[in-house]
């Protein structure tokens, strides 16, 4: 591999992650933030998750178009225009929030370009990066998201509780700044507005995309749940609120460490990627699990194994798919991607009314049987997945 191609690589990887990082940094802040935005704008748990419903609901109905529109337009543009639909939703959550209305009319301008950030830089990586190194190029760009969360829970110590939480959202603004810059100059090469003289192939097994779709929402409406509620579960059973923020930073670091080992042994892996992410999700289930006791050190306990598994698996299920469907990656995250939006919007509404009108505890208990569900659509997933492969190669 030549100095040139390693450069582009490490680059491509670079942006792809800190785009992700500013197009989720919106959502999840508003987690972290939840006592202080809860506080000061008037509105409860349900409502806050009806807000983050929203938000991933307008990625899920905008995904497949923006699936198809990061193929045509290409990586580097799709990703300036995500970025910058960031920077602005953040700048408007900041100076203009001041009903829970006006909050949630900010937060959502930045969903599709969530929606678009994702099959955005999951193209750059398949475009840039050699194939025996995309387990770990896609595990870093996949930790961008626990990044995020790490991010939002240093926030409440660091921004929210000495200069107040809008000055939160102005760091996103600056920092997507500075990743539209890094994303550098739009490719002359394919990705053009121009119309392809040939039609796309459709995506081959759709059965399997949809059972691995409905698996990887299953996973993430558990996921989803953790790092939204967690700060004010744990505020509730009794740990104070700076360091519910600070154990969701660390735990967050824990899971893009997960993200990042598993995608150095996905590149080793000859096969069984899949049924890795099912392990991982049995295993954050046990994590969430232990959210029901309600205590400050079985909850901490279970914010590390619950965020190491149910968003460990993220990098490695999508180099399983960019693996098994090299030929269209904007297309089959188009398709895939809505499974996992719809979990994220279920997620937040479920656990959130439940937890404002039954108990916390019965709220996590259904975030965790969830994430055993999509353990098991992994499992089934896995096997048709490989029968493709063995297809393909035949």
Known sequence: MGLETRTRARRAVLTGAGATVVCALPLYLTGALAVQLTEELT????????????????????????????????????????????????????????????????????????????PAANRLLVNNVQSHKRGLAFGIKQSAAPASTMIGGLSVPLIALTVGWRWAYVMVAAMGLAVILLVGKRQQSPGTWRKPKVKPAPLQDPITILTLALAFGLGTLASSAVPIFYVDAAVRGGTAINLAGTLLAVASIGSMLTRIGTGILADRLGGGHVLLCSGLLLAGAAGIGLFTVGRPLPMAVGLF???????????????????????????????VAPGGLIGGVLGPIIVGWVAENISYTTGWTIAAISAVLGATGMLYGARRLARHSEERAA
């Open 305 to 335: 194994i619950a965020l190491a598994g149910t968003w460990g698996f993220n990098g490695v299920f999508w180099y399983a798919l960019m693996r098994a469907y090299p030929e269209a990656p904007g297309k089959v995250t188009g398709f």
């Open 43 to 118: 509105f409860g748990l349900a409502q806050l998750g009806v807000a983050v419903a929203i938000f991933r609901g307008i990625g899920a109905l905008t995904a497949s178009f923006m699936g198809a529109l990061a193929d045509r337009i290409g990586a580097k543009l799709s990703l300036r225009v995500a970025v910058t639909g960031a920077c602005l939703s953040s700048l408007g959550v900041a100076a203009f929030s001041t009903t829970y209305v006006t909050f949630v009319a900010w937060l959502v301008l930045g969903a599709a370009g969530k929606s678009l950030c994702q």
